[in-house]
């Protein structure tokens, strides 16, 4: 079956540090990936996401690449913010959209 | 107002009651999820419904009932409460033929069973 798997945390960073998150993903067919986010005390939300192979999602400064030759979608930004504190899932839907597979969460913390 | 809201947003009960936590959405999606979130494993499918006739088991469906009453409601159903039951669970929306079949969640219910 469909699976994800992420780097486990907790990350601890200083504020304008460069993040790297590792996602990697098995599916067959051609799944669509998303990275989500949860803020404390809040439910998830969408960051970004991509559809096909080789797209770029992008949002509030994060990125992600679909990388179908590395099975990989890693969420990257460049400077973090103490306001990027929270726990980041990496998550995929199959090609029908009936199976979404989440990661175990990566919780991020950014120290001023 | 949220697009996909949840009661109660917190309950504390004790092992054998029986729990009902509502959602309702305003996105007019056909789909509708509950899932159950615990430290360290993510979210858990319980159950999930299609459309107004369709319910379908997750991966985690024992101990859950689900009932779909509207397009726009879905219900989560603890019969029987147990404490390993404690945890956060979210109700989600998505449509299909928008988005890659995005995820809408709600704010989430904690759920405390003593």
């Known amino acids: 079956g469909n699976s994800v798997t992420q780097m486990e945390g907790p990350v601890t960073l200083s504020e304008e540090a460069f993040l790297t998150i590792n996602c990697t993903y098995t599916?067959?067919?051609?799944?669509?990936l998303f990275w989500y986010v949860q803020y404390p005390g809040e439910g998830l939300q969408l960051l970004l996401k991509?559809?096909?192979?080789?797209d770029k999602g992008s949002n509030k400064g994060f990125e992600a690449t679909y990388r179908k030759e590395t099975t990989s979608f890693h969420l990257e930004k460049g400077s973090v913010q103490v306001s990027d504190s929270a726990v980041y899932f990496c998550a995929l839907s199959d090609n029908y959209g009936q199976n979404f597979v989440f990661g175990p969460g990566t919780r991020l913390s950014v120290l001023p | 107002d949220a697009d996909v809201t949840q009661t109660p947003r917190n309950r504390i009960t004790k092992t054998g009651k029986r729990i009902m936590l509502e959602c309702s959405q305003t996105?007019?999606?056909?789909?509708m999820y509950w899932y159950r979130q615990d430290p360290g494993l993510g979210l858990r499918l319980i159950y999930y419904?299609?459309?107004?006739?369709?319910?379908n088991k997750g991966e985690i469906s024992d101990g859950y009932s689900v009932s779909r009453q509207a397009q726009a409601k879905f219900s989560l159903s603890l019969e029987s409460a147990i404490p390993n039951q404690t945890a956060l669970y979210f109700c989600a929306t998505s449509d299909l033929n928008h988005d890659a079949g995005e995820l809408f969640f709600g704010e989430g219910s904690r759920l405390t069973v003593l």
């Open positions: 599916a067959t067919g051609y799944p669509s």
């Open positions: 996105k007019g999606h056909d789909r």
């Open positions: 419904s299609f459309d107004v006739k369709d319910i």
């Open positions: 991509a559809t096909k192979a080789d």
